[in-house]
Nanobody
Framework: VQLQASGGGLVRTGGSLALSCAAS????????MGWFRQAPGKERVFVAA????????YYENSVKGRFTISRDNTKNTMFLQLNSLRPEDTAVYYC???????????????????WGQGTQVTVSS
């Protein structure tokens, strides 16, 4: 499985961005997809995830109500809509995927099998 993230950029506080993650290869094996972010000098942390089978979602507390994760199974693409952005949202955003038979939505980076290359999101104050 290969993942390709895109859509990052520079926005002002309160602005919006839309990220995409396109999956290719053995996509039938993907059960859960998620977004993580890593700020300079910090660990990679969970942002949101979505399960393929029932589109269940889960969000990190600080992004609830501001970010929305979704996916288009027909196009093997996952999205993250980022609204009401804050300077503390500045980070490199990575998409990730878990392979079957693991179906639980996981929040630890170590529980994901496949990773995209990351896309930079910068929010200016």
């Amino acid at each position: 499985v290969q993942l390709q993230a895109s859509g990052g950029g520079l926005v002002r506080t309160g602005g919006s961005l839309a990220l995409s993650c396109a999956a290719s290869g053995r996509t039938v094996s993907i059960s859960v997809m998620g977004w993580f972010r890593q700020a300079p000098g910090k660990e990679r942390v969970f942002v949101a995830a979505i399960r393929k089978s029932d589109t269940s979602t889960y969000y990190e507390n600080s992004v609830k109500g501001r970010f929305t994760i979704s996916r288009d199974n027909t196009k093997n693409t996952m999205f993250l809509q980022l609204n009401s952005l804050r300077p503390e949202d500045t980070a490199v955003y990575y998409c990730a995927a878990r392979g079957a038979p693991k179906i639980a939505i996981a929040t630890s980076a170590s529980q994901y099998d496949y990773w995209g290359q990351g896309t930079q999101v910068t929010v200016s104050s």
